[in-house]
């Protein structure tokens, strides 16, 4: 074992920034001085080979690059080669944290060329020769595979396999293990390696959260029994005791009865992949979407709530948030992520833990950040205009949606210090309305102009960062899409766009938490504003050639597709308010270039939605387009569950995949009107019933220029 006089050194992994005298990303040291400038000189240890634990060169590095170790940590990082895996394990925190914690006969699930196979926890073991008082053993676990397979407990055994932090991708703690399930023998087989010692016992690191968790062992067991049949709905967390004994955990992303099935099966998305499971489809047909191998179909009585969650929050004992994780999600700043491609989309954003960290009323920024950011390609250069540097909120901004971008994860230290830096008290710790934060995120944070020029009647126009929709409830039907709630309420106020917007955020009618005008809101997947730009040519609603007037009250008839603009070239314009219930019509005269054929080709402009916000008793979440195919959704709740209590918890995000939009979306407009919402899955009529801000954009063009404000 280390001297105890080790506890008082401090070690580090860098964590960012460029190259410094031999430090680099990835690479692990020990502090030997800490700077008044804000530096740290130190040991930087070799990162594999015979080099490995002994210090080959020092340097400096920025105290902000680095993330303090302890030793034990650092013993663990430095056995995983290369150092981009140490940042990758790094940015899971939770399981990073679990895997200090490992005892003997802990359950894992380990990297094996075979796949991911279970296994127990055996020793810790030290790697390397230990010449001088500055070097370090390496550490790694040795474990025993799991043998389903009674007739290979005959045979010779084999040394018992080493493997690093990084291999292990699930920790299940030893009471999780079913009582029936009765593992081979784990007397300690001798290994005939070099340079490798086993430690006797384990060492008991993050000692008050081990001790949290032994004190609530007989308790959760009994809370688990206890709650083994509840109800299952879709978004729970769910574990599952396989056919060998090994226990899984997942999301359920689907509640049916499957085709030549009686029973009520749970088709569950599961934290990694298993041999034998599929990417959603069972019985040659698709319940869901996700990565091949993780989709895992069961009857409903074979689920339990997941009870590690369980352990967590249950008891009197709560745990400090400022304990855990223990290290922070890994972030670079050098350069600017791109939108994640919707190839990687699923495997970096969907689970628990996944998003942007929610705390205190925090959701209404933390769904619009994940909306504006997670996906959308014409947002994306409003983080790389050098000026951003200048301002510590922007660039604040900027290391969050990186973040999210490359790691799938944004702790709520960040958001929080984001909400402080925009220099409102309210915004700090109250809720506040997107619209508000849209605006000032826009205008105050990024500098940029209004991003919608509109024009009333014949007057100058204003501009503005979001529409807002103002119409009588009579105008529309039951269940309006997006596109004839826009169009009404531009002809109701006589509205229209100056130029194409690269970005249209639309606020539904509703006002506060309890009114909305509205049940259920029809999204619009593709928005024509081609009716609603000033000064462009239109084509006739009757016969196609160009229009020459415009007719408000023509938009309700029933005749003539009610919701949808109505202009007319001058001979349909006569013919159409010829009829008796029409003649009391004012048509209105629109402004057509002189030189315009009346077969002129009419351009059409269209806004693609790509995001949703949505509102229910005050809680926001959001769904997110994150591809072009139209089953890349994502649903957001940056609150979905917690951990602790509200002193000393924290919130626990959480992102799902949720295909059905895309198929419920794709059907005829006509078909859509006529639906039954009530009918429609659990997400599908959270869409409809709670949405509260469409955001569509134009591809493949730039915001507008910055905003000079005047002085």
Known sequence: MEPSAGVREKFFIVLSGKSRKGFCRGCVGRVEAELQRGELTGLLYGSGGSSAGIPKSGGTVRREDTYPLTRHQAQLLLFVSPASKRLELLRNPQLFAAVCELSQDDLVVVKHKKGHLPALVKNLMQIGRKEDKDDLHLLGFEVELVDSDPSLSSKKPDPLPLFSAADIVQVVPSYSVP???QWKDGQCRGLNRKEVTRINSMPNIESHARKVRENRREQSVIQRSSTSHMSLEVGSMVEVVSNSGVTVYGVVQWLGVPERKTDQYAGIELEYEVNGCSDGRHGGKRY???KAGRALFVPVTKCKPDGRFICMSSGTENLNPADTPPVPPFEDSDEDAPPVPESEALSLLVGRMKGIQGHINSCYLDATLFSLFGSSVTLDNICRR??????????????IVNCLRRQGFVPAESVMNFRKQLGCD?????????????????QKVLCLEPLLKLRSGQETCQGAYTFQIFLAKEQMGPMPTVQQLLETSCLSGDLKFEETPSCLVIQMPRFGNKYKMFSHIIPSTELDITDLLYNSLRECFVC??????ECLQC?????????RIKQYCSTCNVQVHTHP????????????????????????????LFAVLCIQTSHYVSFVKFGTDPHSWLFFDSMADRCGDDQRGYSIPVIRACPELGDFLSQPEEELACSNPSQA?????????????FLYQKPATPLSKPYQQES
């Open 288 to 290: 869901f979407t996700c």
């Open 681 to 693: 899955s659990e997400l599908v009529r959270r869409l409809l019933c709670d949405s509260y801000m």
């Open 544 to 549: 196609g050639h160009l229009a020459e007037y």
């Open 581 to 608: 219930s029409r003649q009391g019509h004012s048509a209105k005269a629109l402004a057509v270039p002189a030189d315009a054929a009346s077969d002129s080709p009419v351009r059409r402009h269209t806004m693609q």
């Open 386 to 399: 050098p000026a951003d540097m200048e301002k510590p909120v922007t660039c604040t901004l900027r290391k």
């Open 555 to 563: 938009l309700p008839d029933r005749k003539l597709q009610p919701g």
């Open 179 to 181: 009582h029936g399930l």
């Open 426 to 442: 309210t915004f700090r710790t109250e809720e506040k309305d997107p619209e508000e934060f849209i605006t000032v995120l826009f």
